[in-house]
Nanobody, 123 residues
Framework: QVQLVESGGGLVQAGGSLRLSCAASGRTFSRYAMGWFRQAPGKERKFVGGIGGSGALTYYEDSVKGRFTISRDNAKNTVYLRMNSLKPEDTAVYYC????????????????WGQGTQVTVSS
C-alpha cells in the first residue's frame, strides 16, 4: 500500500512558478513509476507527466513540455513537479499517482492517488 500526499499548490500570477511535492509512504518507492495528472473545472483528469522509478525516464504532455519538470528523490520518497511560465489554462487540481507497471500515460494504470492540490493561475 502506498499513500501519497501532495503539497505546494496555491495562487500564482501568469508567468510565475510553483513546485509541487508528493510525499509517499512505504519502503519501495523506487519501484513505482510516478505520474502527475490534473483536472480543470468541468473537465476530465488528464496526464501531465510521468517519471520512472530511477528518475532516468520522464514523459510530458505536449502543452507542458519545456515549462514543467518532473523529478524525484527516492531517498526522501518524494516526487516533484516544477512548473514555470504558468498560464491561466494550467489552473487545475493536480494529483500525483503511483503505479508498479512502468507505464505512464493512462489514468487507469495507476494504483494509488493523492488527494490533490489546487493550482490557480491568475491572468
Amino acid at each position: 500500500q502506498v499513500q501519497l500526499v501532495e503539497s505546494g499548490g496555491g495562487l500564482v500570477q501568469a508567468g510565475g512558478s510553483l513546485r509541487l511535492s508528493c510525499a509517499a509512504s512505504g519502503r519501495t518507492f523506487s519501484r513505482y513509476a510516478m505520474g502527475w495528472f490534473r483536472q480543470a473545472p468541468g473537465k476530465e483528469r488528464k496526464f501531465v507527466g510521468g517519471i520512472g522509478g530511477s528518475g532516468a525516464l520522464t514523459y510530458y504532455e505536449d502543452s507542458v513540455k519545456g515549462r514543467f519538470t518532473i523529478s524525484r528523490d527516492n531517498a526522501k520518497n518524494t516526487v516533484y513537479l516544477r512548473m514555470n511560465s504558468l498560464k491561466p489554462e494550467d489552473t487545475a487540481v493536480y494529483y500525483c499517482a503511483a503505479n508498479g507497471r512502468n507505464t505512464y500515460f493512462r489514468e487507469r494504470d495507476y494504483d494509488y492517488w493523492g488527494q490533490g492540490t489546487q493550482v490557480t493561475v491568475s491572468s
